[in-house]
């Protein structure tokens, strides 16, 4: 099948970031207690859940993609950049869009993603698995989300493709084969 426009997801799919995610745990859960917030028992995507409830998303964001930003200036590139095609191109990811574009610096992609169509978590007022951020891509791109795909690595990705009424290709199964 061909698409009219193709959204990568960015972080295990065209690279992988070089984040210490135990670190970021840490001092996201440094910020909040400094902030009065009780975070025992929280993950880091509980941290960022409990940052938004209290009031505290802005300066969480701040703390992640910070990490996030320098992990992409040290991130690997991943066999599936090699495939990103000539159309339309966008990116859709839980990062923040700071170190999306970082990246796709990093590893000399800018010139193939269409410059609005970067949406990362904090470009929008929701992340994934809610569909509004691969949506926005979709609009950056001007296409129907119907007749684009979304590329990523991970169940959250499918998900949100779903939500989206995007077609959706796990990055192993890209690009697809001509048969497909």
């Not at 599936?80 to 339309?88: F, L, M, R």
């Not at 990246?103 to 929701?126: E, F, I």
């Not at 590329?151 to 001509?178: I, K, L, M, N």
Request: glycine residues 10%.
């Amino acid at each position: 099948m061909e698409y009219e426009a193709v959204v990568f997801d960015l972080d295990g799919t065209l690279v992988d970031l070089a984040v210490d995610w135990a670190v970021v745990q840490r001092d996201v859960a440094s910020l909040l207690a400094d902030r009065g917030v009780t975070t025992d028992g929280h993950d880091l995507w509980g941290l960022w859940e409990l940052g938004k409830e209290t009031g505290h998303r802005v300066a969480v964001n701040e703390c992640i993609a910070g990490h996030e930003t320098e992990g992409a200036r040290e991130s690997a590139r991943l066999p599936c950049a090699d495939t990103v095609p000539e159309g339309p191109v966008g990116v859709c990811t839980l990062n923040a869009e700071r170190a999306a574009r970082e990246a796709l610096t990093t590893h000399d992609l800018t010139g193939q993603v269409v410059g609005d169509a970067v949406v990362g978590r904090d470009s929008v007022a929701t992340e994934k698995p809610d569909p509004e951020p691969l949506l926005a891509t979709c609009r950056a791109l001007g296409v129907d989300p119907a007749t684009a795909v979304f590329v990523g690595d991970g169940e959250r990705d499918a998900v949100t493709a779903e939500r989206a009424g995007v077609p959706f290709r796990y990055v192993s199964e890209w690009p697809p084969s001509a048969s497909d």
